[in-house]
Nanobody, 124 residues
Framework: QVQLVESGGGLVQAGGSLRLSCAASKRAFSSYALAWFRQAPGKGREFVAGINWSGGSTYYADSVKDRFTISRDNAANTMYLQMNSLKPEDTSVYYC?????????????????WGQGTQVTVSS
């Protein structure tokens, strides 16, 4: 029902910035808690950042705190992840997800809608 499409990934040098976007196909998306996850080859899916339904509360993994900023524009059915001071260890496929709940959680199983992923590669 809800289709999510990520964009904005690419190659960047360490210390650089990227802005990821996640666009939704349905306006019902605006009532869901949203999150960004990432998964590197051979590793599990890792919680990166979450945002509640209104955008009033945000949550970050310790590894990205103070470097990444999650935001959403419900009128545009779009979520963003501003990624600054990128490090090589940030290299992953990044996925956006919607939970169907009002508050985000760090557990991937709580999310029922997923995008296809966008590659972020940070060179050293």
């Amino acid at each position: 029902q809800v289709q999510l499409v990520e964009s904005g990934g690419g190659l960047v040098q360490a210390g650089g910035s990227l802005r990821l976007s996640c666009a939704a196909s349905k306006r019902a998306f605006s009532s869901y808690a949203l999150a960004w996850f990432r998964q590197a080859p051979g590793k599990g899916r890792e919680f990166v950042a979450g945002i509640n339904w209104s955008g009033g509360s945000t949550y970050y993994a310790d590894s990205v705190k103070d470097r990444f900023t999650i935001s959403r524009d419900n009128a545009a059915n779009t979520m963003y992840l501003q990624m600054n001071s990128l490090k090589p260890e940030d290299t992953s496929v990044y996925y956006c997800a919607a939970s169907g709940a009002t508050e985000p959680a760090a557990d991937s199983y709580r999310y029922v809608y997923w995008g296809q992923g966008t590659q972020v590669t940070v060179s050293s």
